[in-house]
Structure formats: C-alpha cells, structure tokens
C-alpha cells in the first residue's frame, strides 16, 4: 500500500502564510505527476495544483499567484506555499500522485485540514 504523508496545515489568519508538505516513496516521486486537491464543507473536491516530474506547474485560477507548488527530489517530497490566505481557502487539502503513463495508477494522502479565520 502506497503511502502519501501530509504535515502543514492548520488555523492561521487572513493574510498569513502556510506550507503544505507531502512525502512520498522514492518510486512514486520519480515519475509521477503530483498535485494539491482541497475539498471544502458542502463542496466538491477541486484540484489546486500540479506538479509534473519534469517540473512543470499549473494552478487553479483561485490560486495563481498566490500559492506556489515545489519538489524536492532529495526528500521525496512536494510542497505546497500558500501565501495571502483567505477565508475561501479553508478546505481539507489533500496530496494526491498520479502516474502519466499505462497502466494508470492514483494515490491520494489522508488530508490536512486548512482554516483562515480571524
């Protein structure tokens, strides 16, 4: 059973700053795509931000330039900076890989819970 390891989230105010932290197995990192899911009380689970194993990056409107996605291939681990946190961040985030090529495969963390109030 793969295992996606979440650390970071918590209550901060609006405004403020977290980061997000997803470490991996080697195997995983290497080669597949990982992204930032959140999911909201009453909504549908959304996706944040991915990053492939080449580095490349995207980001839900919501987001862009504001959070920033990273991997650190030493540590096995993807993170997730969020900067300029607002009320409608608050979500459980989760960690999810996703392998590019056949056969497909997908693991998702356990979630952290992320709360922006004053």
């Known amino acids: 059973q793969v295992q996606l390891v979440e650390s970071g989230g918590g209550l901060v105010q609006p405004g403020g700053s977290l980061r997000l932290s997803c470490t991996t197995p080697?195997?995983?990192?290497?080669?597949?795509?990982m992204s930032w899911y959140r999911q909201a009380p009453g909504k549908q689970r959304e996706l944040v931000s991915t990053i492939t194993s080449g580095g490349r990056t995207d980001y839900a409107d919501s987001v862009r330039g504001r959070f920033t996605i990273s991997r650190d291939s030493a540590k096995n681990t993807v993170y997730l900076q969020m900067d300029s946190l607002k009320p409608e961040d608050t979500a459980v985030y989760y960690c999810?890989?996703?392998?590019?090529?056949?056969?497909?495969?997908?693991?998702w963390g356990q979630g952290t819970q992320v709360t922006v109030s004053s």
């Open positions: 080697a195997n995983i990192f290497s080669i597949y795509a």
């Open positions: 999810h890989a996703r392998r590019p090529v056949l056969p497909t495969r997908e693991y």
